[in-house]
């Protein structure tokens, strides 16, 4: 009903919000695993590039995607609740083992495309900066018109989750998220942060852009 615009009104939108907030707890603390990993598929599954759809807020503002002052320059900036924060280069992101699978994007309008990406599991990431004790849930933020996300830690650790910086063999496009995404095919679209810029470790849970516009915030498939 989110995803339609419609919040249930100044009575139902309390309650709408709170069975939301159980749904995130059922799929964060029951159904979520480790061990339970999406489905890959053969290359061969792979939907035509063009008919892909590609989103963002910037675009749908402006007609353009979304840009960095200098793609050149651009770091991503992790940090908050870490005993060693980093600033990487999307080189030295590129240096760091990497895991590439073909998978199913799910979108919560309802369309699915298969696509092949590439990128460093965020557990990678994780363990080098060291999240303090506090930390449970994790900030991605990006330069689509400052949208962001928020995850938790359990999420953010599960093997098929990576920062992508690869599709369809080939490097990252505009239109794709580039220089950098969040990925994994357990999570719907709207939770997959495009145009990262920085990571932060949080104890406290973040919204999200479309999380505060109604839309459930665990977002898992």
């Known amino acids: 009903m989110a995803a339609c615009g419609w919040d249930g009104g100044s009575n139902l939108e309390p309650k709408l919000r709170a069975f939301s907030r159980i749904?995130?707890?059922?799929?964060?603390k029951v159904f979520q695993s480790p061990t339970r990993l999406a489905r890959e598929y053969p290359v061969s599954a792979r939907t035509e590039m063009?008919?892909?759809?590609?989103?963002?807020?910037?675009?749908n503002r402006t007609g353009a995607f979304p840009s960095p002052a200098s793609l050149k320059d651009w770091v991503l900036?992790?940090?908050?609740?870490?005993?060693?924060p980093?600033?990487?280069t999307r080189s030295a992101i590129e240096a760091m083992p990497r895991v590439t699978y073909t998978v199913k994007h799910h979108c919560v309008e309802g369309w699915t495309a298969v696509a092949t990406w590439t990128g460093v599991p965020l557990a990678t990431i994780v363990a080098l900066v060291r999240p303090t004790e506090q930390a449970r849930y994790l900030r991605f933020d990006s330069f689509d018109s400052d949208y962001y996300n928020g995850w938790d830690l359990k999420s953010a650790m599960h093997p098929q989750t990576i920062l992508a910086y690869a599709y369809n063999d080939r490097p990252l496009m505009m239109n794709h998220g580039a220089p950098l995404r969040l990925y994994s095919p357990i999570k719907l679209g709207y939770k997959l942060t495009k145009y990262l810029t920085g990571v932060t470790f949080t104890s406290e849970r973040p919204g999200g852009y479309w999380e505060d516009r109604g839309y459930p915030w665990f977002g898992g498939v």
């Open 77 to 84: 900036e992790v940090g908050g609740l870490v005993h060693k």
């Open 23 to 28: 749904n995130d707890w059922v799929g964060e």
């Open 50 to 59: 063009e008919n892909f759809p590609s989103y963002s807020i910037t675009y």
């Open 86 to 88: 980093l600033r990487l």
